[in-house]
């Protein structure tokens, strides 16, 4: 199912493609979350939970998960999801795809659940099944095991035996199914496995917990690039950007961090109306201490 050296190779190209994203990309999101997280502290806690979303929801936008909605009504949900599943996913983060079997469901199942409500209007959609993206995008950022399952990778990963698979809306036990099957094809193919092993270790210093989901997810995402006609490494060079629509698209996004912390600031009554304009006005005048106030207010939320 997976050439070895066709993974290194278009590994490189992922790697310059999500380098675009700079700073909203996989690898810096992959690196955080290994930082942070230990025997006692995890990405989703009480403590992390705010810098987790602020991270989350900046590679989310850019990767258009929302479609076909707004972002905003989107991720708003999606934060008090992430508060939901905090503790099902600290009991999930250490497993890995290799051992899925071993994942205990009931917690797969509030995740999956969860997350699926974000897209149907008040949870009462008649639909069959939830949208498979709305779920697995965010999960392979947030624990790495599953792929997105884009509509990309579904058109090209060879599992179509499974019936619904190519459809855009899953049922949990497909998703499950499809899981297996993939824990299965690594756990026989030991040389692919000692592969992405070796990748974690050289991109991310450690072998500890390995990003399986989210390396067989870019081997079919990248395969399609290829087939678009973009044929060589060299195609997928970091593209020339104006710098001032680079800067303009990158100041968006750190606006949109900053309301989203004063909302939830003002709606937890951590700070005054006059208070948040004048956080507000303070990010538009002094450029060069937003992240100096940022942290300040990340330190407020988690007090």
């Not at 066709?6 to 190209?13: A, C, E």
Request: aromatic share 14%; charged share 35%; hydrophobic share 35%.
């Amino acid at each position: 199912m997976i050439d070895i050296q066709k993974f290194g190779r278009r590994y490189r190209i992922f790697e310059r493609l999500d380098s675009k994203n700079y700073p909203h990309t996989f690898q810096r999101f992959w690196s955080y979350k290994l930082k942070v997280e230990n025997k006692d502290s995890h990405i989703l806690d009480r403590e992390n939970r705010a810098r987790t979303l602020q991270k989350l929801g900046s590679i989310l936008k850019i990767w258009q998960w929302n479609r076909p909605y707004e972002f905003d009504y989107c991720f708003q949900k999606m934060e008090k999801s992430i508060e939901k599943i905090s503790d099902s996913y600290n009991r999930i983060r250490n497993f890995s795809l290799i051992e899925f079997d071993k994942v205990p469901e009931k917690d797969l199942k509030i995740i999956w659940y969860e997350f699926g409500k974000i897209k149907d209007q008040d949870n009462t959609s008649n639909f069959y099944g939830e949208l498979v993206m709305t779920i697995t995008k965010p999960l392979m950022f947030l624990w790495g095991q599953t792929p997105a399952f884009d509509s990309v990778v579904r058109a090209k990963m060879p599992l179509l035996n499974h019936q619904g698979f190519n459809n855009t809306r899953w049922e949990f036990s497909l998703w499950l199914r499809v899981m297996k099957e993939l824990q299965n094809y690594l756990n026989d193919n030991a040389e692919l496995t000692i592969t992405f092993r070796k990748k974690s270790q050289e991109k991310y210093g450690t072998n500890r917990i390995v990003p399986f989901g989210q390396f067989l997810d870019l081997y079919y995402w990248t395969e399609n690039r290829l087939d678009t006609g973009l044929k060589t490494e060299d195609d997928f060079g970091v593209e020339k950007k104006q710098k001032i629509g680079f800067e303009e698209e990158k100041r968006q996004e750190e606006y949109h961090n900053l309301v989203s912390l004063l909302n939830k600031l003002r709606s937890a009554g951590k700070i005054s109306a006059v208070e948040r304009r004048d956080y507000e006005k303070n990010w538009r005048n002094q450029p060069n201490n937003r992240d100096l106030l940022m942290k300040e207010l990340e330190r407020k939320l988690s007090n």
